[in-house]
C-alpha cells in the first residue's frame, strides 16, 4: 500500500508540476520545495541517506581513503611468512644486545633472554586512518568533530554539523546543544528531547561522523621524541608506536601521562597479556613521559616465554613465572635464583616456595624434570603410519612395536631398520641393525628397552644412498648438495677417516678422472644420450670437452646443465636431516648387487640374508634371465674370498645361500639371445625391411632371411654403415680439425704466411666441423662370394644399415672439373676420357692428385693418364683443387688425409642420395 501511495502521489505531482510549466514558464519550483516533498514521501535520493552521509564525512575528514593497490602479482601468505621470517633471521644477526640483556644472560648463561615486550611498539602504524564501526558512547566530544544527524518521520532529512569554536552544535532550527567536553551519549539525550520539544512525529540519529586531530608530546625513553598527530580515537599505543616505540631502558609498567594539572601512570603490560589493558583516552595536548626502568627481574629455562620482565610492587616467585608463561612440565620443577647480595657477590639460592618474595635483580632458573631422559618410552621414527612415543608396557619387542607385516607400508625397506639406544653406564648412543623381515616373524624377538628410538626406512630412503651426490661425496668430492645436513656429515667422515667403509656405493659405477678428481662416469641414460656419443666419451676420457664441435660442446653444456637442474632438485630424506648419523651407517652395512637383476646398487641388510632376499629387494631378476650363475665376493677375510657356482632350476642355492655386510653379488645370466637393436635393409632386397639379429648372424644369413636380393641389385655397390665406425670417424675429424687449428695458431704470426693461405684453412677447419661422417664399412655383400668366402662374411651388429643399390648407369666426376656431374658409363672408357666429357680440370685443379672412389667405398689414386684403370659403373673421380698455398703453413700432410676421408665420405653420401 506504501508504494503504492507513494507512485501515485508522485505521478500526480509529476502531472501537477508539468501543468504548472505548461502554463508559466516564467515561474520555476524552488529545489528545496521539491526535496522537501521527496522527504515527506519517503522517495529521497540516496546520497543523502545516513549511512552515505557518514561516510562521507569519515573519508573526507581522514583525507586519506584506504585503498587497495591494483598489483598483477597476488602475494601469498606463505610469501609473506618467509620475508617475515628472512626479516627476523636478518636481525637476529645485527641485534646488539642491552646492559640490562648482557648482565643477565652472563649469570644464566643464555645468550637468548631479550627485555620482554618492547617489540609491540616499533612497530609504526597509521593512527590516522579512516574510521569505521560506530564509536561509544563515551567518546568525549571535542571542538572540531562532525556529527551526522538523521531525522525521520514527519520531517525526513539529514545534517552534517561540526562543533563550532564555542564548543556548540547548531542542527537545523533545534536550539543549539553545547557538546564539547561532553560523552557522545549526553549530548544524542539532548538532541533527542528537542526534537521531540520542536519537531513532532519525528525521531533522530546521531553517528559520529568525522573525529579531529589531537597532538600529543611524546617524551622521555623514546626513540623519536617529540610532538605526534593522531586522532581523537587513539590510544597511548599509538603514540608509542608514531614515536618509534619505547627504548630498552625505558619503562613499560610506569609510563606517565600528564593531562592538564593531573598525572596519571600507566602500565603497558596489560597491552601484553599480563594484567588488564589501560583505559586511558589521550586529549588534545597531553604529554606522555617514558621514565627510565625500573626494577627487573629474569626468567630462564624450563617456561613458555623466558626472559626479563620488569618488576612493580612486591612480585612473588609464582607471579614471575606467570609472567613467563608457566612452567612447561607441570611437576617435578625446581627454581634455583641468581641474586645479588648486599655485598654485589652473586649467590644461588632455591626458591622456598611459590609464594616467595622476588627480589628486583634476581634471575631464576626452572629447571623441569630430569636432564633430558624419560622412563618407560620407544619411540618410532620414519616410514611408519603413526610415528610416535609408546609405553614400553605396551611395545617391549620391535614386533609389538610395529605388528604385523600387512601393517606397514607397502613401500617400507624390510632388511635393516636402526634401533638407537643409549648404554645403561656411559649414556652413549649405539646404532643396532634391525632385520624386520625376522624380527617381525620370530619369537621372542628384538627386546626394547626404555627410551630406545626404531627407525623404519622407505625404499626412497634406500634408494637416496644410490644416488650420484652420496657417490661423488665417497669419491673425495665436495658436497653438491650443501644444504644437506646429513650429507655435509657423510663429507666430513670421508676427509677425516680415508677409509674404504663407504667404497660399496661406488663399486657398480665406473670411475674416471676429471680434472684431477676422482668422478662417476656417466654410462647412459637421457643424459648420455644428448650427443652421439656422450656416454662412450665418457667412459673413455672422462667427458673432457677438449675437441668437441662447438654444437657438440653446447649439447654437453645442455646435458651437464640438465643433470646439475636435477640434482639441484634433489632433496634429501628428512629421516636423515632428522638424524644425520643414520646415512653412514646404512652405507656401511649395505652389500653390492649387480647383474641380472633389475635395479642394481648398494642395499644395506642387518645380519645375515639368503640370496633370494636379496634379489627381492633388487625388485627381483630380469624375466629373460637363463643359465643363471652367482659370483659372490666376501668382505670377511676370514670367510672364503671368492665364489662362483650355478643355480640349478630349483633355485635352491637362492635360499641357501647367506650373504653379509660388505659382500659384494652379482647375478651372471647366460648372453641374451638377440641383439639390443636391429639391422635396416633398403634397396634391391626381396624383402627389405628392419630385422632383428641374434647374436652372431652373419650378413649371408641376413639377406637369406631377406628373400636374397633382386636381380637388379649391385652388390659391389652395396653401402653398409655402423654406428661405432660413424663416431670413430666424427672422433677423426675433430681430432684433424685440433691439430689444424693449432697448426695454424703457430705459423699465423709469420710474416710469409699469407692470409688467403691461412683463410683456405679457416674454411676447410670449418668444413670439418660441419661435415657429418658416414660411417661406412667396406665390406663383401655379394651372396654368390660369401658363399664360396665364408671368412669375408660379416657378423652383424645393433644399428647396422644396408643399402642394396641398383646397378647403376654414370659415373661421377666431381672437384676441380669444368662442368661437374653425372656422366653415361661406357665399358672400357678410362678417367681421363671421362674428365675430357667435363670440358677438362680447371686452372686450379691439381692433377696430379686425382682420386677414383670405387662403389664398394675404397679409393685409388690415378697417375699420369690412369691408363689401365678399369673404371666400374657407379663410380667417382675427385679431382682436388691445388692446395700448394697451404704449404707454407706446414700442415700439407694432414690436409692430404684429411682429402681422403672427405673424398669417401662425398662418394657415398652421392650414392645414398641416388
Do not use: W
Not at 586529549?283 to 617514558?290: F, K, M, S
Not at 644428448?530 to 675437441?547: F, Q
Not at 641389385?713 to 670417424?729: D, H, M, N
Request: glycine fraction near 10%; include cysteine; proline fraction near 5%.
Amino acid at each position: 500500500m506504501k508504494r503504492h501511495f507513494v507512485a501515485v502521489t508522485s505521478a500526480v505531482l509529476a502531472a501537477m508540476l508539468g501543468s504548472i510549466a505548461l502554463q508559466a514558464s516564467a515561474q520555476s519550483i524552488d529545489p528545496k520545495v521539491l526535496q522537501q516533498v521527496q522527504g515527506q514521501l519517503g522517495v529521497g535520493s540516496t546520497s543523502n541517506s545516513a549511512a552515505t552521509q557518514v561516510d562521507r564525512a569519515r573519508e573526507s575528514s581522514s583525507g586519506n581513503v584506504s585503498t587497495f593497490p591494483q598489483t598483477t602479482r597476488i602475494d601469498t601468505t606463505e610469501e609473506q611468512q618467509l620475508r617475515r621470517e628472512q626479516a627476523r633471521a636478518a636481525l637476529a644477526k645485527i641485534y646488539r644486545p642491552s646492559p640490562i640483556e648482557r648482565e643477565f644472560r652472563s649469570r644464566l648463561a643464555d645468550t637468548t633472554l631479550r627485555q620482554f615486550g618492547y617489540e609491540l611498539f616499533q612497530s609504526v602504524q597509521d593512527a590516522a586512518g579512516t574510521m569505521t564501526g560506530s564509536a561509544g558512547d563515551s567518546y568525549i566530544i571535542g571542538f572540531g568533530d562532525e556529527l551526522v544527524v538523521q531525522f525521520q518521520g514527519a520531517t525526513n532529512d539529514s545534517k552534517t554539523v561540526r562543533v563550532d569554536r564555542e564548543g556548540r552544535l547548531i542542527v537545523a532550527a533545534l536550539p543549539p546543544i553545547p557538546a564539547a567536553g561532553r560523552s557522545l551519549g549526553a549530548v544524542r539525550n539532548d538532541l533527542e528531547a528537542a526534537t521531540r520539544r520542536t519537531m513532532l512525529g519525528t525521531e533522530v540519529f546521531v553517528s559520529l561522523g568525522s573525529v579531529r586531530a589531537i597532538t600529543v608530546f611524546v617524551g622521555g625513553e623514546v626513540e623519536r621524541p617529540g610532538q605526534v598527530g593522531l586522532t581523537a580515537l587513539a590510544d597511548i599505543s599509538a603514540a608509542l608506536a608514531r614515536a618509534g616505540g619505547i627504548r630498552r631502558s625505558g619503562s613499560l609498567r610506569n609510563v606517565k601521562i600528564i593531562s592538564g594539572g593531573s598525572t596519571r601512570s600507566v602500565d603497558l603490560y596489560g597491552l601484553l597479556g599480563i594484567g588488564a589493558p589501560p583505559a586511558v583516552r589521550l586529549r588534545d595536548g597531553d604529554r606522555i613521559i617514558v621514565p627510565v626502568i625500573g626494577d627487573t627481574a629474569a626468567v630462564a629455562g624450563s617456561v613458555s616465554r623466558p626472559g626479563i620482565y620488569e618488576l612493580r610492587g612486591n612480585t612473588s616467585v609464582s607471579e614471575l613465572l606467570a609472567y613467563a608463561g608457566g612452567a612447561l612440565r607441570p611437576r617435578g620443577n625446581s627454581i634455583a635464583i641468581s641474586r645479588i647480595s648486599a655485598d654485589g657477590a652473586e649467590e644461588f639460592v632455591r626458591a622456598a616456595t611459590l609464594s616467595s618474595r622476588v627480589v628486583p635483580g634476581d634471575a631464576l632458573q626452572l629447571v623441569g624434570g630430569s636432564a633430558g631422559g624419560a622412563t618407560g618410552r620407544v619411540t618410532l621414527y620414519g616410514n611408519v603410519q603413526n610415528p610416535g612415543p609408546r609405553p614400553l608396557s605396551a611395545a617391549p619387542t620391535v614386533r609389538d612395536l610395529l605388528g604385523e607385516v600387512r601393517d606397514l607400508r607397502f613401500d617400507t625397506y624390510m632388511p635393516m631398520a636402526i634401533l638407537i639406544r643409549r648404554d645403561p653406564v656411559t649414556a652413549t648412543r649405539s646404532f643396532q641393525p634391525v632385520n624386520l623381515m625376522t624380527a617381525l616373524q620370530g619369537r621372542p624377538g628384538v627386546a626394547l628397552r626404555s627410551d630406545d628410538r626404531l627407525y623404519v626406512f622407505a625404499r626412497s630412503d634406500i634408494d637416496f644412498i644410490n644416488r650420484s651426490p652420496v657417490r661423488r661425496i665417497v669419491l673425495g668430492q665436495p658436497n653438491p648438495l650443501p644444504d644437506c645436513v646429513s650429507l655435509n656429515q657423510l663429507e666430513a667422515l670421508v676427509r677425516d677417516t680415508q677409509s674404504a667403509r663407504f667404497n660399496v656405493v661406488t663399486r657398480g659405477s665406473f670411475i674416471v678422472e676429471r680434472g684431477g678428481q676422482s668422478d662417476v662416469a656417466n654410462t647412459g641414460g637421457t643424459a648420455a644420450q644428448a650427443g652421439s656419443r656422450r656416454g662412450d666419451e665418457s667412459l673413455r676420457t672422462g667427458a673432457d670437452p677438449a675437441g668437441l664441435t662447438v654444437q657438440q660442446q653446447d649439447m654437453r653444456d645442455a646435458a651437464t646443465e640438465d643433470e646439475a637442474a636435477a640434482q639441484r632438485n634433489l632433496r634429501c630424506p628428512m629421516i636423515f636431516e632428522n638424524e644425520p648419523g643414520l646415512l653412514p651407517i646404512l652405507i656401511e652395512n649395505a652389500i653390492g648387487v649387480g647383474g641380472a637383476v633389475r635395479q642394481p646398487g648398494a642395499y644395506p641388510i642387518a645380519d645375515a640374508v639368503t640370496v633370494r632376499d636379496i634379489a627381492n629387494v633388487a625388485e627381483g631378476l630380469l624375466t629373460n634371465a637363463s643359465s643363471l650363475s652367482l659370483d659372490i665376493i666376501r668382505a670377511q677375510a676370514s670367510a672364503t674370498g671368492e665364489q662362483h657356482m650355478e643355480i640349478d632350476t630349483a633355485g635352491t642355492q637362492l635360499m641357501t645361500t647367506m650373504l653379509r655386510p660388505g659382500d659384494d653379488i652379482r647375478f651372471n645370466a647366460a648372453l641374451p639371445q638377440f641383439e639390443a637393436g636391429g639391422v635396416l635393409l633398403t634397396g634391391e632386397f626381396g624383402r627389405p625391411g628392419l630385422y632383428s639379429i641374434r647374436r652372431g648372424e652373419t650378413l649371408s644369413q641376413l639377406i637369406a632371411r631377406a628373400g636374397g636380393v633382386t636381380s637388379l641389385a649391385y652388390p659391389y655397390g652395396a653401402i653398409f654403415t655402423r654406428r661405432s665406425v660413424k663416431e670413430l670417424q666424427q672422433e677423426g675429424f675433430r681430432r684433424t680439425g685440433r691439430e689444424m687449428a693449432n697448426a695454424l695458431l703457430a705459423v699465423s704470426a709469420r710474416k710469409e704466411s699469407s692470409g688467403d693461405s691461412i683463410a683456405a684453412a679457416s674454411n676447410l677447419i670449418a668444413t670439418l666441423s660441419t661435415i657429418e661422417a658416414p660411417g661406412r664399412v667396406v665390406i663383401e655383400a655379394d651372396p654368390r662370394v660369401l658363399a664360396i668366402r665364408p671368412d669375408l662374411d660379416t657378423v652383424m651388429n645393433s644399428g647396422d644399415a644396408i643399402y642394396m643399390p641398383t646397378r647403376p648407369n654414370f659415373v661421377l666426376a666431381l672437384g676441380d672439373v669444368s662442368n661437374p656431374g653425372a656422366l653415361q658409363f661406357i665399358a672400357g672408357k678410362g678417367v681421363k676420357d671421362y674428365i675430357s666429357e667435363t670440358g677438362g680440370t680447371a686452372a686450379t685443379a691439381d692433377s696430379g692428385r686425382t682420386f677414383l672412389v670405387l662403389p664398394n667405398g675404397t679409393a685409388q689414386p690415378v697417375r699420369n693418364s690412369g691408363r689401365g684403370i678399369v673404371v666400374p659403373p657407379g663410380s667417382t673421380i675427385i679431382v682436388p683443387k691445388d692446395i700448394d698455398p697451404l704449404f707454407k703453413l706446414d700442415v700439407a700432410s694432414n690436409v692430404a688425409g684429411i682429402l681422403g676421408n672427405l673424398i669417401t665420405s662425398v662418394a657415398t653420401i652421392a650414392l645414398l642420395a641416388k
